[in-house]
């Protein structure tokens, strides 16, 4: 069964510093991986994904991830944070089930960031 | 930028009162989500529906809830018979493709009192 695991529950950065949130996966076949972020009193938005190409993708506000097959992790990496950053991380993973059907997105337990001025 | 909208923001309800949740998904969107939050909890899968159906449902998505698509912009989730366990944030979410990003509304905050 496909799953994410997000091992930190929380994670400080100074600002300017570069930041890491850490995602582990656990996937039957091909991975499509997925960074959302979740702002207080808001819903999800989605910053990036990794279907297939490149290791390195880039996505919105400066976000990158880095998805490595052997160690079967795919981290969201920030060279320079902001104080602006500062929201729950969440790492997902769909869930195959088929090519044609309408297939979920399993979500990991999330990571607060918290990037202090 | 079209975006998945959601109503209402915040729905108070008492035990055992229907409730429908009311979601207007990316308008060339062909696959559509619901999950849930529960406070402080991780997001939770409930129900996709494609081409007029059902595609999958979890264990929490029982015969107390139904999904409906009743006309080509709205998508609904009815709660039947609302119990204390169902507040929580309702996320209603779609996509253009199957392995493509869905994208999320700003919730609806069910209250069951």
């Known amino acids: 069964a496909q799953s994410v695991a997000q091992p930190e529950d929380q994670v400080n950065v100074a600002e300017g510093n570069p930041l890491t949130v850490k995602c582990t996966y656990s996937v039957s076949g091909n991975p499509y991986l997925f960074w959302y972020v979740q702002y207080p009193n808001r819903g999800l938005q989605f910053l990036l994904k990794?279907?297939?190409?490149?290791?390195l993708v880039k996505g919105s506000y400066g976000f990158e991830a880095e998805f490595n097959k052997s160690q079967t992790t795919f981290h969201l990496k920030k060279p320079s944070a902001l104080v602006s950053d500062s929201a729950l991380y969440f790492c997902?993973?769909?869930?195959?089930?088929?090519?044609?059907?309408?297939?979920?997105?399993?979500f990991g337990s999330g990571t607060r960031l918290s990037i202090r001025p | 930028e079209p975006e998945v909208t959601q109503t209402p923001s915040h729905q108070v309800t008492q035990m055992g009162q229907e409730v429908i949740l009311r979601c207007v998904p990316i308008?060339?969107?062909?696959?559509f989500y619901w999950y849930r939050q529960i406070l402080g909890q991780k997001v939770e899968f409930l129900v996709s529906f494609y081409n007029n159906e059902i595609s999958e449902k979890s264990e929490i998505f029982d015969d107390q809830f139904s999904v409906e698509r009743p006309d080509g912009s709205n998508f609904t989730l009815k709660i039947r018979s609302t119990k204390l366990e169902d507040s929580a944030m309702y996320f209603c979410a779609s996509s253009d493709g199957t392995v493509n990003e869905q994208y999320f509304g700003p919730g609806t905050r069910l209250t069951v009192t």
């Open positions: 990794y279907i297939t190409g490149d290791n």
């Open positions: 997902a993973v769909r869930a195959s089930a088929g090519y044609s059907s309408a297939s979920k997105i399993i």
């Open positions: 308008s060339n969107h062909l696959y």
